[in-house]
């Protein structure tokens, strides 16, 4: 695992996201002393991004998809009013 201070994180971006593409860590400090750390992120397979089981997404909304249809002009009417 390696270690960049602020200013050297700044100056060695590209660098940083190949050790991260590659499996490693990088912590990030600032005077000496740790602040963040730097991990790739996994991929998911979900729609949204949050993972297959996640409770909060609302599966019977998804597989209807008719909430990607823009609302007609009496729904969006009620907005307004």
Do not use: F
Request: positive net charge; glycine residues 6%; charged residues 25%.
């Amino acid at each position: 695992m390696s270690s960049y201070n602020v200013a050297e994180a700044k100056a060695h971006l590209s660098e940083i996201l190949k050790e991260v593409c590659s499996g490693q860590e990088v912590v990030l400090t600032r005077r000496g002393k740790p602040i963040a750390r730097v991990v790739a992120i996994g991929r998911t397979s979900s729609l949204l991004g949050a993972g297959e089981n996640d409770p909060n997404i609302n599966r019977a909304v998804l597989e209807k998809d008719t909430w990607r249809n823009p609302m007609s002009k009496a729904e969006a009417k009620n907005w307004y009013e």
